[in-house]
């Protein structure tokens, strides 16, 4: 061979300009897993490396596959099934055949998708199930130092091109005729992807990162040996707008997302206010037929706060802990956050203080304690605020917290309000230890709320429990209108406690009740001796709030889920007092008042006066039979925890399905003002098709 | 801004800095791929995986050798990851020979000549792109293969061997 041949041709290799698409999304991609390196330098390891999430084959079956199902959804049910079954079948033939006779399987299966003339989308489906079986996943690598030098640490697989969508320039009909051309004789196809959608956005984070504390359903215990139920109330309604956010995304959410007393709480019922203040709060009982198994009741507990005129409103001191980091850029994140932060300014009375701190590579103060009135400079303080660095969450906490405690008013009410997704990586990194801040802070009168914002990288538990030691709610914002139900309409709620470490506590009479189970609160359980004790910790209520809490019961002589012990000592031996012969159970609540602490009581007996014939109304065929039915509040509670139970995958349920709970959920819509009982209603829907989509 | 500086700044955690230098060197490192594999979907894909592995491994750069060949380096560990990951038939098929018609439109005989080169060994052909079509030293090349620069030699002189060897099987172009 010619020397000089041979050295032009390699000085003149004719390198093609990169394409910029490409060239945004290789940078894309490498920026997002610059951070995830970042923060797995800063702590310790907190999830999948970004890789491996990109992977198409490596999170199939997990049953979070977002893109895909939300597509699916969208593309229409019947679509959908085709969609589903053809690749079934290609699947089927690629496993068993060829390279080659994948290809043509890809070609018949295309035909009859493009004859059925179905929605682009479809097509991508098809595609993105194909390139989940070209590539491997990568194995998990951790390893950061000497990766250049040594081949075996270089681990990166093919990225996964093929599942970027080709629909958008008209592609598919191209696409087609190429391969129509190429034919089954096995000649490779080359997708000439005219337009790649930039995936991942900068700090983009797909899901599964998000952390929930995980927990067992509350399982039937036995009156006899177990006949006191105490629990710890919750106002927390995080987890419903969190749930409802993976729905209308087309995916059911991680089982231990779902707690369903969160779901419930989410809600606002219309129980029978209290008078005063100082008895800040009256429970009203029902007992209504169980809609999950025959025979069994439920008994329905809602609880009504007292709400503050608005004359009588607290002055508030509040400090705004915004994350700011980088993983805050995200329209759901930053953005959302500042014009949430907009809409809770315009409840705040004039007097009012404002400052807010914020924290990302590093803590500071970005506006001092302002008064509400001076909104101008508020909104241009938050109007600053951008996202970037990293998460220095405890930092942040203790200028907070200073911030609030040098402002501290005895008169008003004190609160840090922290926004974030989550992350909180240095200073003070130990959770127990934030934990134990805030629980001491609480104590010097400071409370904590917790907004939540963001998905991805969403630390729920974490957010629980500072919420919970901070004597403040968790809530979570996935849009503006959520923004608006939590800062504006329950802004009340939402800042002025007005009772502090609520117990319940129910005592079954073994006469009436053989056995119970407590739908939800699994996270509030209490022990039995926890209820009289005043230093133990409970949720706490804000004005107006209301609070429902289900137990499903199985009366003496109905069909019952666990057996008597053998030696057990018969109800004969032991007979209640007969005056108690109405009585299905007796109700306790324990709360302090906001700055006392010792704690009141007040109690009522749930007796056969509280119980209604019928929890739907369709069943019911004279007025008079109606009349004894459960109201639209008690049927549509117990909607959301059918719901609940369902996407939770209770074995419970019985024979309800989400079609029963759309249809009792119809029959309880009330006034429904701003439309969140019909949000329900095409929430089930949604999660139906989830469903439905999921076992396939 | 420098690529040092960028460098430092990013592997203090700036992201930005991180940015900027992947926008300054994206070029770059698609041409060295592109040069090493011979086609934009393999060079893109190998561009793209390099981008994502710097941000790993850019920690470890101890700023000895200069900035480019490190990750020249790190291009070609991408590269040959990335086709020992790839099916050997899908290599076969579609990657160099029929891609090099499409994408680089040369006349044949350097066509062949390049058909030829991408057909040798890789680190063969690693040696040969980086010295005779980059035109780094030996030595150079060496740091970048992280090999010694006698080896770098040795692959020089197989793959000229292999390559006379080659075309003096065709006839045609002698």
């Known amino acids: 061979m010619d020397e000089k041949h041979l050295q032009k041709t390699l000085e003149e290799i004719n390198v093609p300009t990169p394409d910029d698409n490409v060239k945004k999304r290789a940078l894309n991609l490498a920026l997002a897993e610059f951070e995830t390196v970042q923060k797995k330098n800063e702590k310790t390891f907190q999830g999948f490396s970004l890789l491996s999430r990109l992977i198409p084959g490596s999170n199939k079956n997990t049953g979070r596959e977002t893109m895909k199902n939300r597509k699916l959804i969208y593309g229409g049910m019947a679509t959908a099934m085709a969609v589903v079954l053809i690749c079934g079948v290609s699947v089927q033939q690629f496993t068993t055949g060829s390279y080659k006779k994948q290809q043509s399987a890809d070609e018949t299966a295309l035909a009859t998708l493009n004859k059925a003339a179905l929605a682009p989308e479809a097509k991508e489906e098809l595609f993105r199930d194909r390139a989940a079986q070209k590539y491997t996943p990568p194995l998990e690598q951790h390893t950061d130092q000497g990766a250049v030098q040594s ?89 419903y707008s969190f749930v409802r956010r993976q729905i209308n995304e087309g995916v059911l959410p991680p089982k231990d997302a779902v707690r369903i007393e969160e779901m419930i709480n989410y809600f606002d019922y219309d129980y029978e206010p209290p008078e005063t203040k100082v008895r800040p709060f009256k429970p009203t009982v029902t007992i209504v037929p169980s809609p999950w198994k025959d025979g069994n009741k439920l008994l329905h507990i809602g609880i009504k706060g007292y709400d503050i005129a608005p004359d009588e409103k607290p002055r508030s001191n509040l ?64 109007d600053q605020l951008s996202a970037g660095g990293s998460t220095a969450g405890a930092e ?56 939540g914002f963001g998905q991805g990288n969403y630390n729920d538990h974490l957010m629980q429990e500072l919420a919970q030691n901070g004597n403040g709610v968790a809530v979570y914002i996935d849009s503006l209108s959520e923004a608006r139900k939590v800062l504006v309409e329950e802004a009340s709620a939402t800042l002025f406690p007005i009772a502090k470490d609520v117990k319940i506590q129910i005592d079954f009479n073994p006469e009436m009740v053989a056995e119970y189970r407590l739908v939800g609160y699994e996270t509030r359980h209490l022990n039995r001796e926890d209820f009289n004790n005043d230093a133990v910790d409970a949720g706490d209520i804000g004005a107006g709030h209301t609070v429902t809490a289900i137990y499903e019961i199985t009366p003496v002589g109905g069909k019952r889920a666990v057996e008597d012990s053998r030696y057990a000592v018969k109800t004969e031996d032991t007979k209640v007092h007969t005056d108690f012969s109405n009585e299905y159970a007796f109700l306790k609540i324990r709360y302090k008042l906001p700055d006392e602490e010792t704690s009141n009581l007040i109690t009522t007996p749930v007796t056969t006066e509280n119980e209604r014939d019928n929890l739907l109304t369709n069943t019911c065929s004279t007025t008079e039979d109606c009349v004894s039915s459960a109201n639209d509040d008690v049927r549509f509670s117990v909607a959301v925890a059918s719901f609940g139970q369902l996407l939770k995958g209770s074995k419970y349920s019985g024979k309800l399905d989400y079609d029963g709970v759309i249809d009792m959920a119809q029959q309880a819509r009330s006034a429904d003002e701003f439309g969140y009982r019909a949000e329900f209603i095409n929430l089930v829907r949604l999660a139906k098709s989830a469903a439905a989509l999921q076992k396939n | 801004m420098n690529d040092i500086t960028l460098i430092k700044r990013a592997v203090k955690g700036d992201k930005r800095a991180f940015e900027a230098l992947l926008q300054e060197n994206y070029d770059v490192m698609f041409k060295m791929a592109f040069k090493y594999c011979g086609n934009r979907q393999d060079a893109e894909d190998i561009t793209q995986d390099s981008c994502i592995k710097l941000a790993r491994a850019l920690a470890s750069y101890k700023f000895q050798a200069a900035f480019t060949s490190w990750l020249y380096r790190l291009v070609l560990n991408c590269a040959k990851d990335f086709y020992r990951k790839k099916k050997p038939e899908a290599v076969l098929n579609d990657s160099h020979i029929g891609a090099i018609n499409a994408e680089a439109e040369i006349k044949t005989y350097a066509n062949e000549i390049l058909a030829q080169v991408y057909a040798l060994p890789e680190n063969e052909k690693s040696a040969l792109i980086l010295v005779m079509s980059d035109g780094y030293t030996h030595a150079e090349a060496a740091i ?26 065709e006839p045609h172009h002698g």
């Not at chain 1, 949430?340 to 203080?353: C, G, N, W």
């Not at chain 1, 203790?398 to 309000?417: P, S």
């Open chain 2, 144 to 169: 970048i293969m992280d090999c010694k620069e006698s080896t770098v030699s040795w692959y020089i002189h197989e793959a000229r061997k292999k390559l006379n060897i080659l075309i003096e099987k």
């Open chain 1, 151 to 239: 081949d075996e640490s270089s681990a990166i697989s093919p990225p996964p091109q093929p599942i970027m969508p080709m629909a958008r320039t008209g592609a598919p009909a191209e696409m087609t005729m190429m391969m129509a051309e190429s034919g089954a004789a096995g000649v490779s196809m080359s997708y000439q992807i005219p337009d790649y959608e930039i995936m991942p956005s900068p700090g983009y984070h797909e899901e599964g990162r998000d952390k929930f504390g995980d927990f067992e359903e509350n399982i039937i215990k036995t009156v006899s040996t177990e006949p006191v139920s105490t629990f710890s109330i919750d106002v927390d309604t995080a987890s």
């Open chain 1, 319 to 382: 400090v705004f802990l915004l994350d700011v980091s980088g993983s805050m850029n995200a329209q759901d994140k930053l953005p959302l956050l500042k014009n949430s932060m907009k809409l809770l300014l315009e409840t705040l009375s004039p007097d009012d203080t404002v400052a807010i701190v914020v924290y990302a590579g590093a803590a500071g103060t970005v506006l001092e304690p302002t008064k509400a009135s001076d909104k101008n400079k508020i909104l241009q303080a938050l």
């Open chain 1, 396 to 451: 942040g906490i203790r200028q907070a917290y200073q911030l609030a405690g040098n402002n501290f008013d005895k008169e008003a009410v004190n609160r840090v309000i922290l926004a974030t997704d989550g992350d909180f990586n240095v200073g003070i990194s130990n959770p127990e230890e934030l934990k134990d801040f805030v629980e001491r802070k609480r104590k010097s009168g400071v409370f904590l709320s917790v907004l």
